[in-house]
C-alpha cells in the first residue's frame, strides 16, 4: 500500500518525485498522457522511493510502478 500522506494526484514541483510503500516496487515508467513513455528505471531502495525528473516538462503523467512479478500500479502526477 503507498503512504498516502500525498494524494493520488500529486503536484511535483522539486525535480525528485518521492513517496513510500510497504509494497516492493523495482522500475517505474513515466508516461506522457498521450502514451509516450518519458522516463523509466530501476529502484536501487525498498520502501522510500525517489525518482529524478530533471529533464521533464511541466503537465500532467502517468506513474507506472512495477513489482518483482510485473504487477503494476499507476499513478497520476503533474509536474510543475
Given at each position: 500500500t503507498l503512504d498516502r500522506s500525498s494524494a493520488a494526484s500529486d503536484v511535483y514541483k522539486r525535480q525528485t518525485i518521492n513517496f513510500s510503500s510497504e509494497?516492493?516496487?523495482?522500475?517505474?515508467?513515466i508516461?506522457?498522457?498521450?502514451?509516450?513513455?518519458v522516463s523509466r528505471?530501476?529502484?536501487?531502495?525498498k520502501?522510500?522511493?525517489?525518482?529524478?525528473?530533471?529533464?521533464i516538462s511541466p503537465g500532467a503523467y502517468f506513474l507506472k510502478l512495477f513489482d518483482k512479478k510485473r504487477n503494476c500500479t499507476i499513478l497520476k502526477v503533474v509536474i510543475e
Amino acid at each position: 500500500t503507498l503512504d498516502r500522506s500525498s494524494a493520488a494526484s500529486d503536484v511535483y514541483k522539486r525535480q525528485t518525485i518521492n513517496f513510500s510503500s510497504e509494497e516492493e516496487f523495482v522500475q517505474f515508467e513515466i508516461i506522457q498522457i498521450t502514451g509516450l513513455i518519458v522516463s523509466r528505471g530501476i529502484f536501487t531502495s525498498k520502501n522510500d522511493y525517489h525518482i529524478e525528473i530533471p529533464n521533464i516538462s511541466p503537465g500532467a503523467y502517468f506513474l507506472k510502478l512495477f513489482d518483482k512479478k510485473r504487477n503494476c500500479t499507476i499513478l497520476k502526477v503533474v509536474i510543475e
